[in-house]
């Protein structure tokens, strides 16, 4: 798997965040990504494994929250809101 951070000082992340990715009921690999709430920046981005596990880069005591993309462009994206 791999973890792109796209934050400008690696530093800032303090934990990581994981998950499994969804479609239909069943595991999917797809782009995951996080976003900080407030200044819409991206801060780390993935795609899931194929069982649909994924771990991002994350900041505590920050609003994030994490959009996942529909390879196929079958499905609206799915998006986690709030996450601290």
């Not at 795609?47 to 390879?71: C, M, P, W």
């Amino acid at each position: 798997m791999i973890i792109r951070l796209i934050q400008k000082n690696p530093k800032r992340a303090t934990m990581l965040v994981k998950g499994v990715t969804f479609k239909l009921g069943s595991p999917t690999s797809c782009r995951v990504r996080m976003y900080n709430r407030s200044t819409g920046e991206l801060l780390s981005e993935t795609i899931s494994k194929s069982n649909g596990s994924y771990i991002l880069f994350a900041v505590q005591h920050t609003e994030n929250y994490i959009i996942a993309l529909d390879r196929d462009n079958e499905l609206e994206l799915a998006t986690l809101d709030n996450l601290r």
